[in-house]
Nanobody, 125 residues
Framework: QVQLVESGGGLVQAGGSLRLSCAASGRTFSTDAMGWFRQASGKEREFVATIKWSTGRTYYADSLKGRFTISRDSAKNTMYLQMNSLKPEDTAVYYC??????????????????WGQGTQVTVSS
């Protein structure tokens, strides 16, 4: 089992920045990649970015390239999402997740077996 805890969400004005964190514990040695997804109210869960744990290789949703940056600190078993130039349409619950299946890049919810509880990000206009 892998446990994931997100933090760093909150309320920010449009144009502002936030950094989300996702701390992993448990059987983390089997982690192949970690990712961020988001889900706005009334919408489906949307892929944001993913990072290969061993190499730091990254992959982003096309619409978010340039504004969001995913990174990880292997020593701390923690993944981050730096979000800049935030827009009201970025408002959502942000989830981190772990993939252990080895495909690259994992970008569909079904490719991730463990999920955090989510953290709310609200961007005001």
């Amino acid at each position: 089992q892998v446990q994931l805890v997100e933090s760093g969400g909150g309320l920010v004005q449009a144009g502002g920045s936030l950094r989300l964190s996702c701390a992993a514990s448990g059987r983390t040695f089997s982690t192949d990649a970690m990712g961020w997804f988001r889900q706005a109210s009334g919408k489906e869960r949307e892929f944001v970015a993913t990072i290969k744990w061993s190499t730091g290789r990254t992959y982003y949703a096309d619409s978010l390239k340039g504004r969001f940056t995913i990174s990880r600190d292997s020593a701390k078993n923690t993944m981050y999402l730096q979000m800049n130039s935030l827009k009201p349409e970025d408002t959502a619950v942000y989830y981190c997740a772990v993939s252990q299946i080895g495909s690259w890049p994992p970008s569909f919810p079904g490719e991730f077996g463990y999920w955090g509880q989510g953290t709310q990000v609200t961007v005001s206009s």
